[in-house]
């Protein structure tokens, strides 16, 4: 008499092809993984994103390379540091830099954990490449430049508030006129360091700035400022 199993239950793999399965599913996974012994930089795993991140075989990376291999910001004094702080919180998170084989150099994001297996202890490293968020970083950074570039050469006043109406920006125009530092400007608030003969002015364009805020609308009010 035979029997089946027909209950649908998934079957457990025995140890040498769960090891298959799992090196299979961690080569599906997008992000470069590389795993240490100890506290030895070399490498004893690599998963598949990780040679197609950096060009290398991953016989060349569990042959003998390691951290120092392809980041260059990491020094053995810096590694000697890195240890314990990631033994003691379990994870970190920081940026570097990794060189690829054919010398680029690639900015990414390392989530570094550590474990133990066996009686020994393992260091896990995940590795994202930040290339794409860099350069939308530059290009944000370029367009803040180029609007405060434009702001300031404007022979208009331009000022931005927060709801609390404090000075968040301030620009020449508007320095001119109060004849003070940017630093004491935008140290107060709406209405501060203007003539008393402002005082008019400054009520209209508050109840003006205030609605804006409450509705969500732009406004255009004609006043004038001694």
């Not at 092809?17 to 240490?36: K, N, P, R, T, V």
């Not at 290339?131 to 000022?159: C, F």
């Amino acid at each position: 008499m035979s029997h089946h199993d027909v209950s649908g239950a998934p079957s457990i793999p025995e140890a040498p092809e769960q090891l298959s399965l799992l090196s299979c599913a961690l080569d599906q996974i997008g992000e470069a993984i590389f795993l240490m012994e100890g506290e030895s930089p070399s490498f004893i795993y690599v998963n598949g994103a990780a040679t197609a991140h950096l060009g290398y075989s991953r016989e060349e990376l569990t042959g003998g390379m390691g951290v120092f291999d392809i980041d260059p910001d990491m020094t053995e004094e810096l590694w000697q540091e890195l240890l314990p702080r990631v033994r003691a919180q379990r994870r970190v998170q920081h940026e570097t830099t990794h060189r690829t084989a054919d010398g680029r150099l690639v900015p990414v994001e390392i989530s570094a954990s550590v474990f133990q297996h066996g009686g020994r202890w393992y260091n896990l490293a995940v590795a994202r490449d930040i290339s794409e968020r860099r350069e939308v970083e530059r290009a944000l950074r370029a367009s803040e430049e180029a609007y405060r570039t434009l702001v300031d050469n404007t022979p208009d006043m331009i000022i931005r508030w927060d709801r609390s109406l404090k000075r968040l920006l301030v620009n020449n125009g508007f320095l001119r006129m109060l004849g003070q530092s940017r630093e004491a400007i935008l140290a107060g608030r709406y209405g501060e360091g203007h003539p008393a003969d402002n005082l008019p002015a400054l009520a209209e364009t508050r109840r003006a700035i205030e609605r804006v805020f409450a509705l969500g609308e732009s406004e255009v009010l004609d006043t004038a400022f001694v």
